[in-house]
C-alpha cells in the first residue's frame, strides 16, 4: 500500500507559479512511477506529467515548457512546478503511484487560477 498526501495547491493569479508536492509513505517510493493528473469542473480526469522509476518524464501536450515533474526519492516525494498559469489550469491535481498492476491516488489539491 503506498499513501499519497498533496500539497501546494491555492489560489494565484493568471500568469504566477505554484509548486505542488506529493508525498509518499507506506511503501518504497523508488519503486513506483509518479504522475499528476486534473480534473477541471464538468470534465474527465486528464493526464498531466509523468515520471518514471529511471527519472524519464512525459508531459500532456497542454503543459509541455510551462510545467515541470520532478522527484526526489530521497524525500519520498513528487513535485510539479507549474509556471505562468492560466484560467484553464484550474482543476483538482491529483497524484499518482503506478507499477504493474498497483495504482494509488492521492485525495486530491485544488488549484485556482484567477484574478
Known amino acids: 500500500q503506498v499513501q499519497l498526501v498533496e500539497s501546494g495547491g491555492g489560489l494565484v493569479q493568471p500568469g504566477g507559479s505554484l509548486r505542488l508536492s506529493c508525498a509518499a509513505s507506506?511503501?518504497?517510493?523508488?519503486?513506483?512511477?509518479m504522475g499528476w493528473y486534473r480534473q477541471a469542473p464538468g470534465k474527465q480526469r486528464e493526464l498531466v506529467a509523468t515520471?518514471?522509476?529511471?527519472?524519464?518524464?512525459g508531459y500532456a501536450d497542454s503543459v509541455k515548457g510551462r510545467f515541470t515533474i520532478f522527484r526526489d526519492n530521497a524525500k519520498n516525494t513528487v513535485y510539479l512546478q507549474m509556471n505562468s498559469l492560466k484560467p484553464e489550469h484550474t482543476a483538482v491535481y491529483y497524484c499518482?503511484?503506478?507499477?504493474?498492476?498497483?495504482?494509488?491516488w492521492g485525495q486530491g489539491s485544488q488549484v485556482t487560477v484567477s484574478s
Open positions: 507506506g511503501s518504497i517510493f523508488s519503486n513506483y512511477h
Open positions: 499518482n503511484a503506478y507499477y504493474c498492476n498497483l495504482n494509488y
Open positions: 515520471i518514471t522509476i529511471s527519472g524519464t518524464r
